[in-house]
């Protein structure tokens, strides 16, 4: 096996892993609020407390996969282009 041959097969190897993660489990954690929906803060006696919605995920703590995104986008056109 020459190298290139290998990076190819490594790289397809990923792809298709990433893929299925996709397909698994489309939405994963938001990076900003890791998953809480919002940010944490304390109040003035130190207690943890709900801060601010995080906008990035609209505080639901998800966001969908980029690849799951990339999905949706080709099924859509794919639908309206064989109705
Ligand atoms: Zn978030």
Redesign the pocket.
């Known amino acids: 096996m020459t190298p290139a041959l290998l990076a190819i097969a490594f790289l397809l190897a990923i792809t298709l892993c990433y893929a299925g993660v996709c397909a698994g489990s489309p939405f994963g954690n938001?990076h900003?609020?890791r998953g809480?929906?919002h940010a944490i803060t304390t109040d003035r006696k130190g207690r943890m407390k709900r801060g601010k919605d995080?906008r990035?995920?609209k505080?639901?703590?998800k966001?969908i996969r980029v690849g799951r995104h990339l999905y949706n986008l080709w099924a859509r056109a794919y639908r309206d282009g064989t109705r």
Request: proline share 0%; hydrophobic share 15%.
């Open positions: 938001c900003k609020c809480m929906g995080c990035r995920c505080a639901t703590g966001r």
